[in-house]
């Protein structure tokens, strides 16, 4: 046997060897290592950072308008009646405001900071977010999670899904920055988060206006009605009804009102029956607000038959109330 052969291959594979060996047993370290280099020893973390920042930053902006536009139509005209019953004494809580101009203010100067320090910008311009998400939440005497806080808002409708999805993930890209110390940041980086940041405040105002919350209401009831397994069917041009349910061979209208302060009144009952003449389709009005007993009263004499096509109101907030608007439904169909 040549023993130096031997020995010359021994040495050419005992370093690949031993390297093999290492790198199994250590995997999990060099796991966490190779994950980082990206951006200990290259900019490519801060500049995928960015990236993500300004995919956020475009999806918050397409949101913003998509409200806008909603909000701007010209068919989505208030009721004066619908917001202006509240003094008879029997309104509720109104729900609590953002004050836009002063995260306008504080955006503004996170921007300029962002030139000497990236990092402390998109902090500041989390902070902000978060404290228009407590401004806009009822209050509460437990303390949430910024994580917790965006659920809440979404479960309460004050924030859109989608618009919930985009603070999410700015909650996710400021996580990134202060626990895994992973992004070297730039002043660009930080400009797209606050740009982002801006736009999710801009849009949670437009939100939150009497308009889009009726919008985001009447969106609400319409899906309801679908997976609870009827047929929809179209509104018609005249603007009487928001859209029509199908039951077996009978058609039932539906007016959606949303109430912003106050419960839903006499006179609300009243406006809307004189705009649905008796002549045509059998109608129920849903609303997200409480029937005063004035309301509740005036019901029967109201919804005559020989003067107008209402026949009954109800309340659906939430799936709690999901019975109360099959039986209405039904009982309109059955008449």
Known sequence: MDWKLVLEYIKTLIWPTITL???FAFR???SGLFGKIDSLETPIGGITFQRQVEAVAQEAAEIEGEIAAEVSEPSRQTDPVMEDSSASGEGIRSLPEMRPDRYEREMANLLRAADSDPTAAVLGA???????????IPPSSIRHTPGAM???AELQGVL????ARVAFDLKVLRDRVVHEGDVSLTREGAASYIAATQSVLDALSLARTPIARGIRYEQAVLRTIIELGFNIQQ???DGSHDFFVSIDDKRVGIVVRHRTRSPFMRLD???TAEKIPASITPTLIVTNAALSPSAIEAIPEIANPAD?????????????DDSSLVDALQRIAAT
């Open 150 to 152: 965006i659920r809440r």
């Open 126 to 136: 989390w902070r902000e977010l978060e404290s228009a998400l407590t401004d806009v």
């Open 160 to 163: 859109p899904n989608n618009l």
């Open 308 to 320: 107008t096509a209402l026949r009954e109101v109800v309340q659906w907030r939430d799936g709690q």
């Open 235 to 237: 509104a018609t041009q």
């Open 21 to 23: 060996i290492l790198g």
């Open 269 to 271: 009952i009243k406006k």
């Open 28 to 30: 999990k370290q060099l």
